[in-house]
């Protein structure tokens, strides 16, 4: 569900909270993120814009549409530069992040949702790492599932924009093709991570949750390794009645 407040004032407050130099998500110009807009249209971070300095002047309204046609052609460099221009609302807006397209694609596929992208210092440290992966897959303790999911999105590395907005497409309808839902998180390889909401402080409560596992896994690594839930301990909280109430409870608070 998506708030009924005003999306444009929810997604500037939302960078502004990940932008918070205290919570180690994104550094300077790091990170993006996107909400809603009217007639299926969503407002982006511009490029280079300060996440914690935001406000409705750092966004830009655009069409995904015009951006998910775009990702269908092989464009050069230049040709993605003029499509991300042309999928401005107002052609006189900044230029929209790097990132749009991947943003473009999410709202698509999954609807009017919120998108937190950022580069947290100890999920980029995994991500960087041999074990990268398991940041998608493995789950540590009952409300690691109830907030993230029984599991996650995980892309290698990949050319950020029009690339990565490809191959984070082709694995967003493959994780719903096999599981049949849409994810809450993605996860790139030497990159950062994507938090999906229906409000903004759930894709920030997701963010923050991601940065808490990251930090609890390399502590554990620390002292002897970790160990995951078994499978059918994460299949049996991702199924109980219990948690599905609480997890709603959070989605729509």
């Not at 960078?15 to 990170?31: I, K, N, S, W, Y």
């Not at 269908?72 to 040709?79: G, I, K, M, Y």
């Not at 995980?154 to 849409?182: I, K, M, N």
């Amino acid at each position: 569900m998506v708030s009924d407040a005003d999306p444009v004032a929810e997604l500037a407050g939302l960078c502004r909270a990940l932008g918070d130099p205290a919570a180690g998500l994104v550094v300077a110009g790091e990170g993006n993120a996107s909400g809603p807009g009217p007639d299926g249209t969503i407002h982006v971070t511009a490029s280079g814009s300060r996440l914690a300095e935001a406000d409705e002047r750092s966004l830009v309204r655009i069409r995904p549409g015009a951006l998910v046609a775009a990702l269908d052609r092989d464009d050069s460099d230049e040709e993605w530069l003029t499509a991300l221009l042309a999928s401005r609302v107002d052609d006189t807006a900044a230029r929209p992040t790097v990132e749009a397209g991947l943003h473009a694609v999410v709202a698509a596929a999954m609807g009017p949702v919120y998108v937190a992208h950022t580069h947290p210092v100890h999920v980029l440290a995994l991500l960087c790492g041999e074990r990268g992966a398991e940041l998608a897959t493995q789950r540590l303790y009952p409300d690691h599932v109830v907030m993230l999911g029984e599991t996650a999105c995980w892309l290698p590395y990949v050319d950020p924009g029009q690339e990565l907005a490809r191959a984070a497409g082709r694995e967003l309808h493959r994780f719903r093709a096999s599981t049949g839902r849409w994810p809450r998180l993605l996860f790139a390889g030497h990159h950062g991570v994507f938090a999906f909401g229906g409000t903004p402080r759930q894709a920030l409560d997701t963010t923050i949750m991601t940065e808490k596992i990251a930090r609890i896994t390399i502590a554990a690594a620390s002292i002897g390794g970790v160990t995951p839930l078994a499978p059918s301990e994460v299949e049996r909280i991702g199924s109980r009645e219990d948690e599905a109430y609480r997890r709603r409870l959070l989605s729509t608070s």
